[in-house]
């Protein structure tokens, strides 16, 4: 799904009070949607997750992404993932 489209799903459901998190690979393209919280991630296309087979990278990605939904009270909070 393109970064559009996760952003104003994300708009969307958090209107209705469903917290949300994207990934973005584009920054140019997540400031201009304003998704509620972003994770901005270092990898490019085809492994926003990391590479295939790295499991322990996976789920610190998605333990940042839990963080970042319980931590972020306002929308409009971006983080960069750092491994």
């Known amino acids: ?4 489209t996760a952003g104003l799903i994300a708009r969307a459901l958090e209107e209705v009070g469903i917290t949300t998190v994207t990934l973005s690979l584009l920054q140019e393209v997540t400031s201009k949607i304003k998704p509620p919280r972003v994770l901005e991630m270092p990898f490019g296309f085809g492994h926003p997750l990391g590479e295939p ?16 939904a319980c931590q972020a009270r306002e929308p409009g909070t971006t983080w ?4």
Do not use: W, Y
């Not at 799904?1 to 559009?4: A, V």
């Open 1 to 4: 799904m393109c970064n559009q």
């Open 80 to 83: 960069n993932f750092d491994r």
């Open 53 to 68: 087979g790295d499991r322990e990278g996976q789920t610190l990605v998605l333990k940042t992404c839990i963080d970042l």
